[in-house]
């Protein structure tokens, strides 16, 4: 897949990552955790110079995770689209997995950070799945 395409939940941003993908990565270090709300943060790695926004350029908003790191959202609905950190990652945009146009066919082979890991994650597999929301009383 050469060509990566994205947009925030209300589609207000669109972006366009050209260069193919450079990695896939589930992030589960303690920062992507408490800025994402979630237990871990996928993300498909490109390079930052194939990386540009479309549509929405003056929606995407910015919050400077650390010294280094900066997180890229869309400032009408609040998705995730990108960070980027010149100090750690020089030349790579993290693009959020889910704000990834066509993400179905993207698995992330490797997993970083695990030290900081959540005990359960790796029992999700085996958790009770439901088509849709459960049933009352499931």
């Known amino acids: 897949m050469d060509n990566i395409n994205g947009q925030c939940r209300c589609g207000a941003v669109e972006y366009r990552a050209t260069g193919g993908i450079k990695g896939l990565v589930n992030c589960h270090c303690e920062l992507c955790r408490s800025i994402n709300g979630s237990a871990f943060s996928s ?42 950190n010149p100090v750690r990652y020089p030349g790579l945009a993290m693009l959020y997995l889910g704000a990834v146009r066509n993400h179905p066919v993207l698995a992330a082979p490797i997993n970083i950070y695990s030290e900081s890991k959540l005990s359960w994650v790796d029992a999700i597999a085996e958790a009770q799945n439901f088509p849709g929301p459960p049933q009352r009383g499931t």
């Not at 790695?45 to 869309?74: F, I, M, N």
């Open 43 to 84: 993300y498909v790695v490109v390079a930052l110079e194939g990386l540009s926004v479309g549509k929405g350029r003056e929606r995407v908003s910015r919050y400077q995770v650390t010294d280094g790191a900066v997180k890229h959202y869309c400032s009408t609905c609040g998705t995730p689209l990108f960070n980027t």
